[in-house]
Nanobody
Framework: QVQLVESGGGLVQAGGSLRLSCAAS????????LGWFRQAPGKERESVAA???????GYADSVKGRFIISRDDAKNTAYLQMNSLKPEDTGVYYC???????????????????WGQGTQVTVSS
């Protein structure tokens, strides 16, 4: 069974940066697509970014140019570097793993097989 644990969330002022980590255990995820999603209070979960086993990436329009997704397969960990944060980036951030190696429809939550418990990100104005 795969377990995903997010960390790195917190409170930051607008314009600041945070780096989220997603550590996996139970299985090596080097052949998985790894994704990040977020959910703001009262809103549906939305896709943020994803990275395939080969390093291909996908980003939501709202975060392009500000967020960078990466992975370190030696550490079985995915990262989300978030820069120029805005109050609308506030929410619980979840990482997810998909057995499919290619990005495909990376933005669809139903595609993913495993999920973390989430980490809170709050951006103050």
């Amino acid at each position: 069974q795969v377990q995903l644990v997010e960390s790195g969330g917190g409170l930051v002022q607008a314009g600041g940066s945070l780096r989220l980590s997603c550590a996996a255990s139970g299985r090596t995820l080097s052949s998985y697509t790894l994704g990040w999603f977020r959910q703001a209070p009262g809103k549906e979960r939305e896709s943020v970014a994803a990275i395939s086993w080969s390093g291909n990436t996908g980003y939501a329009d709202s975060v392009k140019g500000r967020f960078i997704i990466s992975r370190d397969d030696a550490k079985n960990t995915a990262y989300l570097q978030m820069n120029s944060l805005k109050p609308e980036d506030t929410g619980v951030y979840y990482c997810a793993a998909d057995r499919a190696a290619v990005l495909g429809i990376w933005y669809m939550a139903t595609k993913y097989d495993y999920w973390g418990q989430g980490t809170q990100v709050t951006v103050s104005s």
